[in-house]
């Protein structure tokens, strides 16, 4: 497996795994409107904060492939 590749499925890995995080917040924070907790242990803005860093890992790594290709064909 070449490096191009475990990009490839690390970011789309990161950016599910983002979204994921992101719909469960929302999930979450609309549950506390209507006074449920579902996820006692963590507030909705700690699910949020963990999108985020994900996605900021997505973009790092899209960055990078963009980089490579630009050195390849100048």
Known sequence: ?????LE?????????GAFLL???ALFER???EFD???FRATQPVTLM???VVLLVFVIAIQLRA????LKRNP
Do not use: D
Not at 1 to 5: F, I, R, V
Not at 66 to 69: A, F, H, K, L, S
């Open 22 to 24: 992101f719909a469960l």
């Open 36 to 38: 449920l907790r579902f």
């Open 66 to 69: 963009i980089r490579e290709v």
């Open 1 to 5: 497996m070449n490096l191009e590749k």
């Open 30 to 32: 609309t549950a506390i």
């Open 49 to 51: 904060e963990t999108a």
């Open 8 to 16: 490839s499925v690390v970011s789309r890995v990161f950016f599910l």
